[in-house]
Nanobody, 119 residues
């Protein structure tokens, strides 16, 4: 069983920055892709970013490109989402998730953390 624990959310003014962390435990994460998702009030959960095990492959949704950076520290089994130039529309509950590189389904999810960006 995989456990993912998310931390780092909070309230920030527009233009500010926050860093989210996702600490994993429970199994080896070799060949696992780590992803970040978010869900704003009244909207469906959406993909934000993902990173391969090696860290050499990253993908982002268009709305965060150039502002958010996903990274991982495999020694600490932790994934990060550095968010800069935050906008009110980034306000959402953010989740991290893990999936095998051999599947498309994220099978493990952390609890959400609220990110609120004030204008």
């Amino acid at each position: 069983q995989v456990q993912l624990v998310v931390s780092g959310g909070g309230l920030v003014q527009a233009g500010g920055s926050l860093r989210l962390s996702c600490a994993a435990s429970g199994r080896t994460f070799s060949n696992y892709v780590m992803g970040w998702f978010r869900q704003a009030p009244g909207k469906e959960r959406e993909f934000v970013a993902a990173i391969t095990w090696s860290g050499g492959g990253t993908t982002y949704t268009d709305s965060v490109k150039g502002r958010f950076t996903i990274s991982r520290d495999n020694a600490k089994i932790t994934t990060y989402l550095q968010m800069s130039s935050l906008k009110p529309e980034d306000t959402a509950v953010y989740y991290c998730a893990a999936r095998s590189q051999y599947t498309t389904n994220y099978s493990s999810w952390g609890q959400g953390t609220q990110v609120t960006v004030s204008s």
